[in-house]
């Protein structure tokens, strides 16, 4: 099937206008395309992909009281052709409750590898089932935008606001799965498909005064280790090996190794190079804690 006629076809997606899934889980699939440069032809309803689909959730969480269910578009898209559901049996599912992956039509698996598809697909979908300051976060979200500058005097607009919010979630979309969703400080690694994950998409060289959201400016990291980072408990030389403040704190962790023990330990990097904190940010973050 040639690309013009999937671009008719996600024109008809014909969402619920109170909860647009469909087009919300493209637009999760696309984004991860875009970051990782890949796309399995079998789709799972895995913890990670719950996770990324339910960071698009804000953006049309004012149009409705309950959260968006994945199971949904991740089962129903078959209408559209995308792809056929399948149940743990690897039969055909004929229901969402029992649906476990999909594989991808080859033709739309192609086409979603294809940049100029992805961009106008993703353009698409947008405009077509989105409301206009949802736009404007979703193309933040996406990279389909330049960064709307923001004065500090001055009120910042509902355009401003919107993509402020996208760009934040864009940095985690970036950063947790850069790091396949583990603590690059502690390898600790728990998702849920209800709950999401444990780690946080943590900024080195911290967002309030370097407004900074690039992904070499973050980490992913546990709550505890997240906040410690944060007040400058520990920090990373230009190497990534663990700096520690240790003479700032008291510690007890009979049962797992205490952050005193970590010098010297090099962290997790991501599995993409390109994504791995810059020297500058790591600079920044020792300036700002004394190290």
């Given at each position: 099937?040639?690309?013009?006629?999937?671009?008719?076809?996600?024109?008809?997606?014909?969402?619920?206008?109170?909860?647009?899934?469909?087009?919300?889980?493209?637009?999760?699939?696309?984004?991860?395309?875009?970051?990782?440069?890949?796309?399995?032809?079998?789709?799972?309803?895995?913890?990670?992909?719950?996770?990324?689909?339910?960071?698009?959730?804000?953006i049309v969480a004012h149009r409705r009281s309950q959260k968006l269910d994945i199971r949904m578009p991740f089962h129903h898209l078959n209408t559209s052709g995308v792809w056929t559901p399948l149940d743990k049996y690897d039969e055909e599912s004929r229901s969402r409750s029992v649906t476990t992956h999909v594989v991808?039509?080859?033709?739309?698996?192609?086409?979603?590898?294809?940049?100029?598809?992805?961009?106008?697909?993703?353009?698409?979908?947008?405009?077509?089932?989105?409301?206009?300051?949802?736009?404007?976060?979703?193309?933040?979200?996406?990279?389909?935008?330049?960064?709307?500058?923001?004065?500090?005097?001055?009120?910042?607009?509902?355009?401003?606001?919107?993509?402020?919010?996208?760009?934040?979630?864009?940095?985690?979309?970036?950063?947790?799965?850069?790091?396949?969703?583990?603590?690059?400080?502690?390898?600790?690694?728990?998702?849920?498909?209800?709950?999401?994950?444990?780690?946080?998409?943590?900024?080195?060289?911290?967002?309030?005064?370097?407004?900074?959201?690039?992904?070499?400016?973050?980490?992913?990291?546990?709550?505890?280790?997240?906040?410690?980072?944060?007040?400058?408990?520990?920090?990373?030389?230009?190497?990534?090996?663990?700096?520690?403040?240790?003479?700032?704190?008291?510690?007890?962790?009979?049962?797992?190794?205490?952050?005193?023990?970590?010098?010297?330990?090099?962290?997790?990097?991501?599995?993409?190079?390109?994504?791995?904190?810059?020297?500058?940010?790591?600079?920044?973050?020792?300036?700002?804690?004394?190290?």
């Amino acid at each position: 099937m040639a690309f013009e006629q999937w671009i008719e076809k996600l024109q008809a997606l014909k969402p619920d206008k109170q909860a647009p899934h469909k087009p919300l889980l493209l637009l999760t699939i696309l984004k991860a395309v875009v970051r990782d440069g890949t796309l399995a032809e079998v789709l799972r309803l895995s913890p990670e992909l719950v996770y990324e689909f339910k960071q698009f959730e804000y953006i049309v969480a004012h149009r409705r009281s309950q959260k968006l269910d994945i199971r949904m578009p991740f089962h129903h898209l078959n209408t559209s052709g995308v792809w056929t559901p399948l149940d743990k049996y690897d039969e055909e599912s004929r229901s969402r409750s029992v649906t476990t992956h999909v594989v991808f039509n080859l033709d739309f698996h192609a086409a979603c590898l294809d940049p100029e598809f992805r961009l106008a697909a993703m353009h698409l979908l947008i405009s077509t089932y989105f409301e206009p300051m949802e736009q404007i976060a979703l193309r933040e979200i996406l990279g389909l935008t330049d960064e709307m500058e923001i004065d500090p005097t001055q009120q910042p607009t509902p355009e401003q606001v919107a993509a402020s919010q996208g760009r934040s979630t864009r940095f985690r979309l970036d950063v947790v799965p850069a790091y396949n969703f583990t603590c690059a400080l502690t390898g600790y690694r728990i998702t849920t498909v209800e709950r999401g994950a444990i780690v946080d998409a943590a900024h080195i060289d911290p967002f309030r005064s370097s407004k900074n959201d690039d992904v070499r400016n973050g980490l992913a990291l546990c709550k505890n280790a997240h906040w410690a980072f944060d007040v400058g408990l520990w920090s990373l030389d230009d190497d990534y090996c663990v700096l520690v403040a240790a003479d700032v704190f008291d510690e007890d962790s009979p049962d797992q190794t205490p952050l005193k023990q970590m010098v010297g330990r090099k962290i997790r990097l991501p599995r993409n190079p390109n994504y791995s904190p810059l020297t500058a940010n790591l600079v920044a973050h020792r300036k700002l804690h004394r190290f």
